[in-house]
């Protein structure tokens, strides 16, 4: 049975969840910010307070499936393009890397700068060729690209599963 909340309460949750959803959709624009993650949060705390339900169980399974997606995917595009246009794994393990420690030393366009400045920098000393190392930038540029038009399609997803679970 569903916990029986105050209508003002269950109102406030909703407001709340679709603001926290907002952010999180919208944050995705900073290739680091986990806002797939951020939707499924505030997913789970409108399950918690208002009740899963019988749907709201296998849609809220449903948008945990897509807020791992989401957090994948960022990762996975980016290296694949920059891989696909002649990147050493070592050179993207540091970008990466780089991107994740400059988005938590200067949050949050440290990694947007650090990443591909990495990149760039170990593949001319890699090839000793700056066009073959923006090249291979260009790819990961690109994958960033991708993967942020992905997460927001499936921001948009999670939310839409969402929707049908708190308003129908």
């Known amino acids: 049975m569903e916990p029986t909340i105050p209508l003002w309460l269950e109102s406030l949750v909703v407001v709340l969840s679709i603001a926290t959803m907002v952010v999180g959709l919208f944050g995705l624009i900073i290739p680091i910010f986990p806002g797939n993650v951020i939707i499924w949060v505030a997913a789970l705390v409108y399950g918690l307070v208002v009740g899963f339900g019988r749907l709201g169980a296998w849609l ?6 897509l807020a791992i997606a989401g957090a994948l995917t ?15 794994w070592w050179s993207i393990l540091v970008a990466l890397l780089g991107g994740v420690i400059g988005t938590l030393v200067f949050p949050p ?50 939310i839409g599963l969402w929707a049908v679970w708190a308003f129908l």
Do not use: C, Y
């Open 74 to 88: 960022d990762n996975i595009m980016m290296a694949g393009k920059a891989r696909q246009s002649g990147a050493s």
């Open 60 to 65: 809220f399974v449903m948008i945990t499936l």
């Open 109 to 158: 366009i440290g990694g947007l700068i650090a990443a591909p400045l990495l990149l760039f920098g170990m593949e001319v000393w890699h090839h000793r060729d700056q066009d073959k190392a923006w090249k291979v930038t260009r790819g990961l540029l690109v994958g960033w690209g991708l993967a942020f038009v992905v997460r927001f399609i499936i921001g948009v997803f999670q």
